[in-house]
Structure formats: C-alpha cells, structure tokens
C-alpha cells in the first residue's frame, strides 16, 4: 500500500499523526508520505516539535521510512529556513505537484 497524507492546516496536524501511526501499525510495510503546505510545514520546524513534545514521534517516523515533505513555496512564504526543519524532512519544490504527483504513481490520498 502505498499513501499520502496531506496537511496544510495546523488544527489537522494532530489527527494526521495519529493517521501515520495506525497505518504503520496495521502495515508496516506500507509507504506512507506526510506532505506538509500551507502553514502546516511550521509544524515541523525543530522549535514547534520541541514546544508540542513532538520530536521522538517525528524520529520514529523517519525511523520507519515515513517520507515527511514540505512545500519550498510554503516554507518562503512562512520565512522558515532548511536548517530549522527536523532531520529528515525532505523539501519539495511546489507541494502540490508533488501530490498530484504521487496520486498518478498510485498513492492513495488522505486529508484529515
């Protein structure tokens, strides 16, 4: 199984996580991408991990191949730098082509 996850609304964040978790608990061979624009990506700055007690979840996702991307035009737009994202995340040049890309290489779309 292959999914996306789409953030791009804070107050969805925490739902979202706990999407990343139960599909890795029901199928851990499943490849699961959390894709962050809009004023989500803030949420996976390195200060807003440590405020909300949310850096370990973050790791272990990583840990296990959960593909975490944010959008460069959200990240400008926020004026948030490379260097304070978690490790890991990766950054994609527009957010939602890489989406709509995903869904053509057979990604099932989730959005909290």
Known sequence: MKI???VNQAERWEIA????????AMDNTAIVELALNGEAPALVTNVKLAQNKQTEIIERFIQSDVIITVCQHSLDSLAIHADQLATGVKIVAAGAYEIALRQQQGFGYLKP
């Open 4 to 6: 996306l996850i789409h």
């Open 17 to 24: 996580l706990n999407n990343v978790k139960n599909i890795i």
